[in-house]
């Protein structure tokens, strides 16, 4: 073997030809790369933390921002405190909190327990069923909800002139709040705790086999003893959630005139006359200190983000526990649970979408229509609304992505001063409940853009989704980013690459598929948003979720209903065309 | 002329010292080899030479280029440092084809693509993998994918290259053949090269020069031979190959002589000794192969034992002496001794101070009880 090959290329000794210029070069490169970890962080913190600013001066200010002068008060947390109004706004909340806490988590709990770990008919098309309230809109499944369990609806009416038993539930009161917030939540209750359950070690269970206990047995006295960190964690997620929540007090709580927080709040704002925002806005700081206490201590429960890469960790190879005789009661428990919660209220959607009328007096097929999707077509609001959702969940849910993976790069990847604050800023927005987001935008655009130029715009209330749903992107994103060895771009920076170069050629490379399913999440999560628009839409900037809310107050129901099915229709296919899409990839 | 030289490296975590005063030179196509236990800061100081890592203090320049400098506050960035590094991880781009992992180098430093196809072809080549230009990653066996990563650091034609443990991931048989073969290269390429390892006998065989490090120090530098033959202390004896540390005391002394009594024994043995002898404990150094089996016991330098354990390791019998407290272990071709064998020690032996630490603690798997 004669292979010659040149001695190393000396400087000084002239080199070979393939010497390149090497210190201009990267001097350039270290440059902008520091460009970019501070040009991200400065953008990620002004768009997160910036616009609380303005929300929480409007508070200590006398009048609104957009009026000259005004000075300093604590005024409006006075007001606020005093109101007899405010705290019956806050003992319903924490009822309905309560309730729903109580109500989701023992309700996912079991099912993930039963779905999961015991050896039942069905629990695979469960399992799937389970994750449809997840991902697609809620909006649309509260209505049918409201469609067949309301007083007026169509199963209560039914149940009350048909059968003798007694309606014991209202949808308008508290407790009937809690029971439409417990069918959706109960589902992601159900995956917190089955990742939960996933990361246990089956050996555990195995051990107490061993010793002699019997397989239901050790399952209640060993795995669910040891969930209890994760019923935990989402008991504090379904608290938090249930105290932001919009859209179920305007719809259930405003005919029986019961306020929650938000709705005290978005009546407080657009309803009296002048507006009293400077009280909604120390509403808001305390709602935002209240969630903000929860995600701490949810952080102390959960470990903060390092769980996420545990969670995504290969299935427990934890065999099914067999219950014998039981398993056929029980899968007939848990498929009453499905039709109560979703098949029925799916049902009451798409009756109340192709009917003029729907009640159990009349046969459905006599009042069968198109009507409803036509009005949708021809009606400029709705029209509109579609359009600028799915702008925002198209051209939005892009942004997103890209800022999500610089976020995450910067936050993980480099040497950057701040980066370990990066990191807890993108997580922040699962804090700021949805309305106190579009507030915090309001006031934004009050002090930076008086002619509300953007505000008006589509943009605007784009901005405020996007930056809500980062939490939500950089959790789907970072496990893939933590799994990809350091040495993959340790060895593109010794090569000669500089930070962007090897982030560019790299990791962004490698970690396309990550960003394709952080943005069909996002895509998704924007497409269903609406709390943060309460506060920020005008004419023209309508999105879906809230042109059915306001419409569907004001007693227009058919065309809402079709609607929704429109949204849940897109949401679908779009989920259907990823899971085809990714599962090629996988496959290859 | 020195390629690289380390001034004074030190790094803490908290209270650990990972380096501690560390100061290396590696001479212009040598290959240097960084050894000890893991912990030891080797990698470490390999990682702060490539840029991938900044120590506190101290200094490291290559060539004539201080590319780290804790005084004046120069940390050249790693892109700048021309350093060819193979990672144990080997660190292939999945996404790329052989030929573009071994061309990304040269591709950042705008190379022509005429120029760089044919370059890399010849890289690929000296690494024996001439036809697999257009096979990705995860086709190549893990042999193959450590040739990839190395063709990739030499493409360019770095200053240094540094290989991080390269064959921990390779099977026994292979490690050995790929040992060869990185020498050989290594000495046809003469290009300067730092090497980091566990194992003493990559370490020994493959070297121009070994550093043995121990808790974040340099506890010796020399020749593989030096340091097999010479070593500095306690820790580097018992490290670098398998050593009996006999403990005792010295008794008396006469030039380079000295009378050792084996601690649980009363009649003092009389060796003589390297470097500086001092009174009181101590413990004698002996390897196990410079230990012969004789029968008589009026000779200088022997002395009585009692038959323990014998273990056959296939081309040796290794047997296990009892002298005192001491279990000494014999290196020797004979399957029977009687059960009082009679040892003689090598002409020259080391003494070392009686408690300092021994690799015996870290993970030498080479490492003798010698309680």
Known sequence: MSLTIDAPARPESGGSATVPPERRRSHVGRERSRIVHYATWIVATVLVVGPLVPVVWASLWTVPLYDDGGSFTLRNYRDLLTDAAWWTAVRNTVGFAVLTTAGAVALGTLLAVLLRRVQMPGARLYRTLILGPVVLPGLPLMLGWIAMYSPAGYVTSWIDSNTPLPIFWNLYSVPGMALVAIGSLTPLMYMVVGSALSTLDSTLENAARVNGASPVRALFSVTVPMLRPGILNAGVITFALSLEVVGIPLLLGTSSNIDFISTYLVDNWSNEFPPRQGLVSAGAVVLLAVMTVLLVLRNRFAGDLARFTTTTGKPTASRPIAIGRLRWPMTVLVGGYFLITLVIPAIGLLLTAFTTVLTPYIDPWDVATLDNFSTVLDNPVFRRSIVNSLLIATIGGAITTLAITTIALVAHRSRFRYRRSLQYVTLYPRAIPGIVTGMAFFWSFVVIDPNGVVRSSLWGIGIAFAVRSLALGYSAFYPALAALGEDLERAARVSGADWLTAMRTILVRLLRPAMAVSYVLLFVALFADYDPALFMVSPGNEVIGLTMLNLWITGVAGPVAALGVVQLVVTAVVLGAARLVFGRISNG | ?371
């Open chain 2, 1 to 371: 002329m020195a390629e690289l030289s380390i001034t004074s490296l030190g790094k803490s975590f908290g209270d650990v010292r990972a380096l501690d005063d560390v100061s290396i030179v590696a001479e212009e196509g040598k290959l240097l080899t960084l050894l000890g236990p893991s912990g030891c800061g080797k990698s470490t100081t390999l990682w702060s030479v490539a840029g991938l890592h900044t120590p506190d203090t101290g200094a490291i320049s290559i060539g004539d280029r201080v590319v780290y400098d804790a005084a004046s506050g120069t940390e050249v960035p790693p892109e700048e440092r021309q350093c060819g590094v193979v990672f144990q991880s080997y660190a292939i781009w999945p996404h790329m084809s052989v030929a573009d992992n071994v061309g990304y180098p040269l591709k950042l430093r705008k190379v022509a693509k005429q120029q760089r196809r044919e370059r890399v072809e010849e890289v690929l080549a000296l690494v024996e993998l001439d036809d697999l230009g257009g096979r990705y990653p995860h086709e190549l066996s893990g042999g193959q994918q450590q040739r990839v990563a190395l063709a990739r650091a030499l493409a360019y034609q770095p200053r240094l290259l540094l290989l991080d443990e390269p064959f921990s991931n390779l099977d026994a048989k292979l490690r050995e053949r790929a040992r060869d073969w990185l020498r050989d290269l290594q000495q046809r390429v003469g290009i300067t090269t730092v090497f980091v390892t566990h194992d003493q006998d990559e370490a020994l065989s493959m070297s121009d020069r070994v550093v043995v490090m121990n808790a974040g120090r340099v506890a010796q530098i020399g020749t593989p031979e030096e340091v097999y033959r010479d070593p500095a202390d306690g820790f580097v004896a018992d490290f670098v190959g398998s050593i009996n540390l006999v403990p005792g005391e010295i008794v008396g002394h006469d030039g380079a002589d000295i009378d050792f009594v084996v601690d649980g024994t009363r009649e003092a043995i009389r060796v003589r000794v390297d470097g500086d002898v001092r009174l009181g404990p101590g413990r004698l150094g002996i390897r196990p192969e410079t230990i012969s089996i004789v029968g008589d016991i009026d000779q200088p330098g022997t002395v009585r034992g009692t038959a323990l354990e014998r273990r056959f390791l296939g081309d040796h019998y290794r047997q296990t002496i009892g002298i005192g407290d001491a279990r000494v272990a014999v290196q020797t071709h004979l399957a029977s001794i009687p059960d009082h064998p009679v040892l003689r020690l090598p002409d020259i032996c080391k003494v070392f101070p009686a408690s300092e630490p021994t690799a015996e603690s870290s993970t030498n798997p080479n490492s003798l009880e010698t309680t």
